[in-house]
């Protein structure tokens, strides 16, 4: 069914062959997953299976034999990057045009295909911008259901949703996937253990260190799972992080009936809340609820009214007190190397060349970042360049870090790295409001939480002890 | 990007026709010299985009602000620093005639007309409905036509990035730089995350495209066949009505005491 | 046009000339608040409505590419509402096609910043072509001719040319640009050693 010999592939520029005769060979009908450590070339293997490389992707490569399957469908990571039409029938019926099925026949089968994915919509003509990821991902999937495929392959699609969405697309794919052969890559394994029975499992070399059916693997090779950053059921039990901080009681940030705008609208309102000095409060809540919204208004991006004070000053404008890191730290990037990242702050500040020297040195071995000083930002993994933006926000020795879920699509590993590396900055009698869909997260670092329902903090309670959850039955 | 509007009969003419029409009365307004003429026609054309744009007239009004700065700053110039003999008023540099004056009001209302077809032909067509037509009619190939319609999909993804590239240069202190040296830093911390980001989701979107198996080999049908209809002949007739009736109200009725706009020496 | 323009590459110009096509749309208000205050200011900036056809072949290096993203920035620029109307659309069309000549006379074989500074001049010859049609440009006075001309042709070379050079540059750095370069050989021939010493 699906055959590979003896792969050698090379990425142009790589010093070294990511792949080295490398074989896989799957049957038809099989689930397998592909586990492994970021950057162990997983999602390339995947192209390669599929033919995407070298046919649209020029990379190059070479095999022994390699057999690939005749008909077949492919759902990538991100949502916003797999749609070429702004309405949801439209990009449907775009691959329906591709296989030249008459036009009579395109809005009945796009409903049909709307209803096997669960995406049933009031009217088909929806556009694609005003659906949610998880909405936009079961449409991606319905849109590669048109093309009638045997073969799945599955590239990392729950990386960008919330647990919903995540729930959600495992769903949908255990619905549709029953005489389907899957091949996904995937490091969240919560919902996707359901459907699959083998494992592949790859180190960071890109070699094939572990292949079975799915109990064999999760219960033998644990260890390298933990160690390569996969969330296996269980790992924040493994991971056991150390007790949560306190907080003081030194009021820095009050709130009353304080509203942010958006179009003269109020997004977000905030009755009345105080925030203490070495607080980690995080902020939850559904898709679009006000979370970032909120964040936006402390950091004054959009219009506020209402009382707003830190350290019992209003706030009138952008406050030097609070930093920000976003989503996508490419965005907050403004130099070519690490190092000059993370100086830039200072040097903004007129700071003497010691004095720059000397703090940078600091955060680079604090962010683990000491041997990539001379990278161009660009160039580092998603790890490193969330780590990057959060050292270069802190430079200044802001008290107040505003993160916009700053975890979102890393691994466990990367995960926990960072946000102990927040918790030692907390340490230091900073605080912290961070965005959050992970309610481990919640559990184990914050000492807070607001909960954010249509745009109003509906709920603000403190978390003070860590509940241990019995571990996660999947096996 | 999503705008309320009604259906008109202009959104009914077939794209492509539409185009290469307003395309033609650009070639044809290239060489009207009567500033008379002009008047006119611009005239009608302003009739067309108030009244059967299908957008609210709140809205319509809104966009014609433009129009006004387009207005001046074409004119000026040519009013300012345009040849002439009949001077009206000298000083310094600025040299204002009869001549130049009328040269530089038909400038003015060219700029308008051009804006007021474009902006019609915008506000009464779905880019999506262009392409397809484009490579229906105008044998456009879908490769070209498909990447077009993907990149006007990633408008908005863009114009929301650019809001948040200008908040995170804001928290990074970008905006405290001064100098010459600063305006090209602004310029790059603002291109590159923007061009970088839209360079990788468009090769995404490419790749995804051919995942899906788009190909230009292959024929293909149309989720929207589009053809010609009576409208169209409606909307031809209507724009050689309205070439006449500005010959014969510019011949009849000149609003301006002028002829030939251009320089004769 | 060009048959060896794949998807990608189709896709990806029109992309960045998007980018671009909403920088020009921002740049028309620009232009005409500055163009009022007389002798030709406003000429100075006229270069950046010809940055997507050289920073989209600087990019992507293949032929094509200039024209088609110069006409792709300008039906952007149109679609979303230009004030400036239809003549966006045509002005798109000459100046592409006239940087497009330049990178051709090359041989779409040089990526340095004197061709692409040509190229940019290129564009702005094709602009001013238009604008004897449209603008009556000949009926200025010499001197304030010579000044718009002048103008406009010293601020493409600095903004379409210079600048457009200097953004590719920071750009490659990033290592965006090798998503739409070919591998070269010896990435083809390195799939041949026989073992890793």
């Given at each position: 069914m699906l055959n590979v010999e003896k792969l050698r592939l090379k990425f142009p520029g790589d010093s070294d062959l990511l792949f080295k005769d490398l074989s896989l060979h799957i049957e038809k009908g099989e689930k397998v997953l592909l586990l492994g450590p970021s950057g162990c070339g997983k999602s390339t293997l995947l192209q390669v299976l599929s033919g995407i490389i070298p046919q649209s992707v020029e990379v190059p490569m070479k095999a022994e034999s390699i057999e690939k399957p005749a008909s077949w469908g492919y759902v990538f990571q991100d949502p916003d990057s797999q749609f070429c039409m702004p309405y949801v029938d439209e990009e449907i019926a775009f691959v329906l045009e591709n296989q030249s099925v008459p036009r009579e026949e395109m809005r009945p089968r796009i409903r049909q295909l709307l209803k096997a994915v669960g995406l049933e919509l009031d009217d088909i003509h929806t556009n694609i911008h005003t659906l949610s990821g998880g909405m936009k991902q079961r449409l991606a999937i319905a849109s590669v259901l048109a093309l009638e495929p045997e073969v799945l392959f599955l590239d990392e699609p729950t990386a960008l949703l919330d647990p919903q969405g995540t729930e959600d697309i495992?769903?949908?794919?255990?619905?549709?996937?029953?005489?389907?052969?899957?091949?996904?890559?995937?490091?969240?394994?919560?919902?996707?253990?359901?459907?699959?029975?083998?494992?592949?499992?790859?180190?960071?070399?890109?070699?094939?260190?572990?292949?079975?059916?799915?109990?064999?693997?999760?219960?033998?090779?644990?260890?390298?799972?933990?160690?390569?950053?996969?969330?296996?059921?269980?790992?924040?039990?493994?991971?056991?992080?150390?007790?949560?901080?306190?907080?003081?009681?030194?009021?820095?940030?009050?709130?009353?009936?304080?509203k942010g705008l958006r179009q003269k609208e109020s997004k977000i309102h905030v009755p009345q809340t105080t925030v203490y000095k070495g607080e980690w409060i995080a902020v939850t809540g559904d898709n679009g609820a006000g979370k970032s919204t909120l964040?936006?208004?402390?950091?004054?991006?959009?219009?506020?009214?209402?009382?707003?004070?830190?350290?019992?000053?209003?706030?009138?404008?952008?406050?030097?007190?609070?930093?920000?890191?976003?989503?996508?730290?490419?965005?907050?990037?403004?130099?070519?190397?690490?190092?000059?990242?993370?100086?830039?702050?200072?040097?903004?500040?007129?700071?003497?060349?010691?004095?720059?020297?000397?703090?940078?040195?600091?955060?680079?071995?604090?962010?683990?970042?000491?041997?990539?000083?001379?990278?161009?930002?660009?160039?580092?993994?998603?790890?490193?360049?969330?780590?990057?933006?959060?050292?270069?926000?802190?430079?200044?020795?802001?008290?107040?870090?505003?993160?916009?879920?700053?975890?979102?699509?890393?691994?466990?590993?990367?995960?926990?790295?960072?946000?102990?590396?927040?918790?030692?900055?907390?340490?230091?009698g900073s605080t912290i409001l961070m965005v959050t869909h992970d309610e481990q997260v919640v559990e184990h670092f914050a000492t807070r939480v607001w909960k954010i329902e249509n745009g109003l903090l509906a709920e603000d309670r403190l978390v003070q002890t860590r509940e241990r959850e019995p571990a996660m039955e999947c096996l | 990007m999503e705008f309320q509007y009604n259906e008109t009969w202009l959104h009914k003419i077939n794209p492509t026709l539409k185009l290469f029409f307003m395309v033609g009365m650009f070639l044809f307004v290239l060489f009207v010299h009567q500033l008379n003429l002009l008047l006119y026609l611009t005239f009608g054309a302003f009739i067309l985009f108030w009244f059967f744009s299908g957008h609210p007239k709140k809205r319509v009004a809104l966009l014609m602000i433009p129009f006004i700065l387009v207005f001046v700053s074409t004119a000026t110039s040519m009013i300012f620093f345009g040849k002439g003999e009949t001077t009206w008023f000298k000083f310094g540099l600025i040299h204002i005639t009869e001549e130049s004056f009328y040269r530089g009001i038909h400038l003015g209302f060219r700029a308008l007309i051009f804006a007021t077809l474009g902006l019609t032909f915008t506000l009464t067509t779905r880019p999506v409905k262009l392409f397809y037509s484009l490579m229906q009619q105008a044998k456009l190939k879908p490769k070209y036509a498909y990447s077009f319609m993907a990149g006007m999909r990633l408008i908005p993804i863009m114009i929301e990035e650019f809001f948040t590239i200008r908040n995170a240069m804001r928290v990074r202190g970008v905006q405290q730089q001064r100098g010459l040296r600063s305006l090209f830093f602004k310029l790059k911390s603002y291109s590159i995350p923007l061009l970088s980001q839209s360079i990788r989701r468009a090769h995404r979107i490419a790749v995804a495209m051919e995942a899906k198996r788009f190909s230009d080999a292959s024929k293909r049908t149309f989720y929207y066949p589009i053809g010609y209809s009576k409208t169209d002949g409606l909307f031809i007739l209507s724009f050689v009505a309205l070439i006449l009736l500005s010959y014969y109200s510019a011949e009849w009725l000149p609003l301006f005491p002028v002829g030939d706009v251009r320089y004769e020496s | 046009m060009n048959k060896g323009l794949k998807l990608t590459d189709i896709l990806v110009t029109i992309v960045i000339a998007i980018v671009f096509g909403i920088v020009y749309k921002l740049w028309g208000p620009l232009y005409y608040f500055v163009k009022p205050f007389g002798l030709h200011v406003d000429q100075l900036i006229y270069g950046m409505w010809f940055m997507a056809a050289t920073v989209a072949f600087l990019i992507i290096r293949k032929a094509g590419v200039a024209f088609l993203a110069e006409v792709a920035a300008a039906s952007g620029e149109f679609l979303v509402g230009s004030e400036w109307g239809l003549e966006v659309l045509l002005y798109g069309i000459i100046q592409g096609l006239f940087a497009e000549l330049v990178f051709?006379?090359?041989?779409?074989?040089?990526?340095?910043?004197?061709?692409?500074?040509?190229?940019?001049?290129?564009?702005?010859?094709?602009?001013?072509?238009?604008?004897?049609?449209?603008?009556?440009?000949?009926?200025?006075?010499?001197?304030?001719?010579?000044?718009?001309?002048?103008f406009r042709i010293i601020g493409s070379i600095l903004i379409a040319g210079v600048s457009a050079y200097l953004l590719v540059k920071a750009l490659e750095k990033t290592g965006v640009t090798s998503l739409v370069r070919p591998a070269a050989q010896e990435d083809y021939d390195a799939l041949d050693e026989r073992e890793h010493a």
């Open positions: 495992w769903h949908t794919v255990k619905a549709i996937s029953e005489h389907k052969t899957l091949v996904i890559v995937e490091h969240k394994l919560e919902h996707v253990l359901d459907l699959i029975n083998r494992i592949v499992l790859f180190n960071g070399e890109g070699e094939i260190i572990a292949d079975g059916p799915k109990q064999q693997i999760l219960s033998q090779h644990k260890d390298t799972m933990r160690a390569q950053g996969i969330w296996y059921p269980g790992v924040w039990e493994d991971y056991k992080p150390s007790e949560k901080l306190e907080a003081s009681s030194e009021p820095i940030i009050r709130l009353e009936q304080f964040l936006h208004a402390l950091m004054k991006f959009i219009k506020t009214t209402g009382t707003y004070e830190i350290y019992g000053n209003p706030v009138k404008k952008l406050p030097n007190d609070l930093t920000f890191v976003f989503q996508n730290p490419e965005f907050q990037f403004v130099t070519n190397s690490v190092y000059e990242e993370i100086a830039y702050g200072l040097r903004l500040e007129k700071r003497s060349q010691q004095e720059v020297d000397a703090k940078v040195e600091e955060l680079l071995e604090r962010f683990q970042l000491t041997s990539f000083r001379k990278h161009h930002p660009y160039q580092l993994s998603m790890g490193q360049k969330r780590r990057l933006s959060v050292a270069a926000s802190i430079v200044c020795n802001q008290p107040i870090l505003l993160l916009d879920e700053p975890t979102f699509g890393q691994d466990s590993k990367n995960t926990f790295a960072l946000l102990e590396m927040l918790r030692d900055y907390q340490k230091e | - | 051709m006379a090359f041989r779409y074989k040089r990526f340095d910043v004197t061709v692409v500074s040509l190229a940019a001049v290129g564009s702005a010859i094709g602009s001013i072509i238009m604008d004897f049609y449209k603008g009556y440009i000949e009926d200025l006075a010499l001197w304030n001719l010579s000044l718009f001309l002048g």
